[in-house]
């Protein structure tokens, strides 16, 4: 079974761009969270998405934006980059289905995302 | 904040056991510990939970307390490629709400 894909793998960019960060879970799983990762603030929960509707959202800007289409892949978007935003993006799959809702989610390999 | 606490670092010789603690001694009665491990540039590596009972699979064991308020996740015999940095999560909601909170993780150093 395919693992959860990200695209692109790098990417940069300047401020005041936007830019969209692509994920495709796992065949079978319905619900995608976003993860950002930077040195000095960790892994930090972005959002979660089930059944094409923000289920939970962690405490980003308005900025920080997602969604999920109806084959389960997740796009995230940052409009307005700042330099802070610099960090990996971190998509992450679970199937959430019922008697399965303690499933450990699994990772991609991210989006490395440069705002210079 | 995260729900649980870890040593900053820790170093094992290759081929030795690597016994990782964590503490979680706000855990709720039906709350998992999960363990994950991240090597460099990569996205995290889920390696095991569990609830209440010990747990192994082909990477790892689980040791849990019979209060649930730490746990050992063991590596019975360490390679270089176990360097990484280890994360034990506690969900923040047993409702079904797919968040974890992670802490700053355990560096791990295999040593050859």
Redesign the interface.
């Known amino acids: 079974k395919a693992g ?1 894909t990200q695209t692109p793998r790098y990417l940069i960019k300047t401020r005041g761009q936007q830019v969209t960060l692509s994920c495709s879970p796992i065949s079978g799983h319905r ?1 995608v ?1 976003w ?1 950002q990762q930077t040195p000095g603030q ?4 972005l959002f ?1 998405y089930f059944s094409e509707t923000q ?2 959202k ?1 405490n980003f800007p308005g900025r920080f934006s997602g969604r999920q289409f109806s084959n389960s892949r997740s796009e995230m978007n940052v409009s307005t980059l700042e330099l802070g935003d610099s960090a ?1 993006y ?1 998509c ?1 799959s ?1 199937p ?1 289905t019922t008697g399965s ?2 499933s ?7 989006t ?1 995302l440069t705002v210079t | 904040d995260a729900k649980t606490t870890q040593p900053p670092s820790m170093d094992c010789a290759e081929g030795r056991a690597a016994n990782l603690p964590c503490n979680h001694s706000t855990i709720s009665g039906n709350e ?1 510990v ?1 363990w ?1 491990r991240q090597i460099h ?6 390696i095991i ?1 569990g ?1 209440k009972n010990n747990e192994t699979n082909e990477m790892a064991s689980l040791i849990i307390t019979e209060d649930r308020k730490s746990s050992t996740l063991i590596l019975p015999h360490a390679t270089l490629r176990d360097t990484a940095v280890y ?1 034990c999560i506690v ?1 923040v909601s ?1 409702s ?9 993780g355990t560096r791990l150093k295999v040593l050859a």
């Not at chain 1, 960790?42 to 929960?45: E, N, V």
């Not at chain 1, 450990?104 to 991210?110: D, W």
């Not at chain 2, 079904?96 to 700053?104: A, D, E, L, R």
């Open positions: 959860v619900s969270s993860y960790g892994l930090q929960f979660e289920r939970n962690g990996l971190l992450a679970s959430r809702y303690n450990p989610l699994h990772f991609g390999n991210g490395r | 998992y999960y994950y540039s990569q996205g995290p590596q889920y939970h609830l994360y969900r047993p079904g709400t797919y968040k974890y909170i992670f802490g700053t």
